[in-house]
């Protein structure tokens, strides 16, 4: 079974503050993908990324990056100079279907970033 | 924005009775799903669609039934629906191979009373 472990269930910072959302994963299979959700207040679900367990490679997009490390299945992602827009609830993901993207998620961390 | 659509977005209902939620989807993606979303558990599937009349259960399938007839819409059925069962549900819907993601309905909130 897979398990997906958000151990930080709120954060509040100041605005222009570095933030990183914690992610720890568990699974047997040894083909995997993660994934990070946003839900901001208005409350759709917008993916941010998808990160394949072959490819260890972090990955920086403007003011967000993901370290993913194997070794300590974590996948934390960090929110370089916040911005109140960035205030939203973030999901972790887990699928191991080859398929089907069914996913395990966390519990989600609610992040405020405070003017 | 996958074209995507959750009917209806809001409804209450009483103990008791059958409920159905449509999901509309405009992309000819293979595969949908039903998700509810409750605090302090994320988002949960419960069933899912592979194709055409082919579906399966998720994690927390009891008291929810689905199906599929056409490949656009997916119906998410509450016989009789519960209090436990006052949730947001997403649909969501992926394509075809690994390098997919799922993407995500607006939502509809469920409160039965």
């Known amino acids: 079974a897979q398990k997906v472990t958000q151990a930080q269930t709120e954060i509040s910072v100041v605005e222009k503050e570095d933030v990183t959302l914690d992610c720890v994963y568990e699974?047997?299979?040894?083909?995997?993908?993660l994934f990070w959700y946003k839900q901001p207040p208005s409350g759709e679900l917008v993916f941010l990324i998808r990160r394949n367990s072959f490819d260890e490679q972090n990955e920086i997009s403007g003011r967000y990056s993901w370290n993913f490390q194997k070794s300590t299945s974590s996948f934390n992602f960090t929110i370089t100079a916040s911005q109140v827009v960035d205030s939203a609830v973030y999901f972790c993901a887990l699928s191991a279907d080859q398929g089907a993207q069914k996913l395990v998620f966390g519990q989600g961390t609610r992040l405020t970033i405070n003017p | 924005d996958a074209g995507i659509t959750q009917s209806p977005r809001h409804k209450v209902t009483e103990t008791g009775t059958p409920v159905t939620l449509r999901c509309h989807q405009t992309e000819n993606h293979r595969y949908m799903y039903w998700y509810r979303q409750d605090p302090g558990h994320g988002l949960r599937l419960i069933h899912y669609?592979?194709?055409?009349?082919?579906?399966d259960k998720g994690e927390v399938s009891d008291g929810y039934s689905v199906s599929r007839s056409k490949t656009e819409d997916f119906l998410l059925t509450l016989e009789s629906a519960t209090s436990s069962q006052t949730s947001v549900y997403f649909c969501?819907?992926?394509?075809?191979?690994?390098?997919?993601?799922?993407?995500f309905g607006q939502g509809t909130r469920l409160t039965v009373v």
């Open positions: 699974t047997r299979d040894t083909t995997y993908y």
């Open positions: 969501a819907i992926s394509g075809q191979g690994r390098n997919t993601e799922a993407f």
């Open positions: 669609s592979y194709g055409v009349k082919d579906t």
